[in-house]
């Protein structure tokens, strides 16, 4: 069972990580053998589509804010259970912000208004830096709940993902 369960956290992590967009650096060979430079990728996210463009739907955007959610009630289970510390919950926090930074909306209607308005409330906040951002703060935990909300309304649940555990 402890092998699911990291293997499980091992995928949710991963996926946490590509979300997060982790930096890449080096070279790719090119076939020629010709070294190919591999661009970073941005800490800052891609530009949303632009209102009416309905290339996201809300559905994908509920569902990429439970992504966010699985971090941040993963990182809050572990420290109530005195298996991480604090310190370490920061680091989640900040991964959070990141991944909800990158969060896609339409550009329009009630999911993409409340989610831009978390996103404006909760920063993203380097890895690298020290601090827990916004992401646990009372005024963001209002905002979390008129997403939550907005989403229940467009008929797309928020899910959350359980990894840790033992």
Same mark, same amino acid.
């Given at each position: 069972?402890?092998?699911?369960?990291?293997?499980?956290?091992?995928?949710?992590?991963?996926?946490?990580?590509?979300?997060?967009?982790?930096?890449?650096?080096?070279?790719?060979?090119?076939?020629?053998?010709?070294?190919?430079?591999?661009?970073?990728? #941005? +800490?800052?996210?891609? &530009?949303? %589509?632009?209102?009416?463009?309905? @290339?996201?739907?809300?559905? !994908?955007?509920? /569902?990429?804010?439970?992504?966010?959610?699985?971090?941040?009630?993963?990182?809050?289970?572990?420290?109530?259970?005195?298996?991480?510390?604090?310190?370490?919950?920061?680091?989640?926090?900040?991964?959070?912000?990141?991944?909800?930074?990158?969060?896609?909306?339409?550009?329009?209607?009630?999911?993409?208004?409340?989610? #831009? +308005?978390?996103?404006? &409330?909760? %920063?993203?906040?380097?890895?690298? @830096?020290?601090?827990?951002? !916004?992401?646990? /703060?009372?005024?963001?935990?209002?905002?979390?709940?008129?997403?939550?909300?907005?989403?229940?309304?467009?008929?797309?649940?928020?899910?959350?993902?359980?990894?840790?555990?033992?």
């Amino acid at each position: 069972m402890r092998s699911v369960r990291t293997l499980i956290g091992s995928v949710v992590l991963t996926g946490a990580l590509t979300l997060a967009g982790c930096a890449s650096s080096g070279s790719d060979t090119a076939p020629d053998g010709a070294a190919t430079p591999t661009p970073e990728r #941005s +800490a800052i996210p891609a &530009a949303a %589509p632009t209102p009416g463009s309905n @290339a996201v739907t809300d559905a !994908e955007t509920c /569902s990429a804010i439970g992504d966010v959610m699985s971090i941040r009630f993963n990182a809050d289970v572990a420290v109530s259970e005195g298996r991480m510390d604090t310190q370490e919950q920061g680091g989640w926090y900040r991964l959070a912000t990141i991944v909800l930074s990158r969060v896609p909306t339409r550009g329009e209607g009630p999911v993409s208004d409340s989610v #831009s +308005a978390l996103q404006s &409330a909760v %920063p993203p906040v380097a890895l690298a @830096a020290y601090g827990r951002g !916004e992401i646990g /703060s009372d005024d963001s935990d209002q905002q979390w709940s008129a997403v939550m909300q907005s989403c229940t309304e467009a008929g797309s649940e928020i899910a959350t993902v359980a990894f840790t555990g033992g």
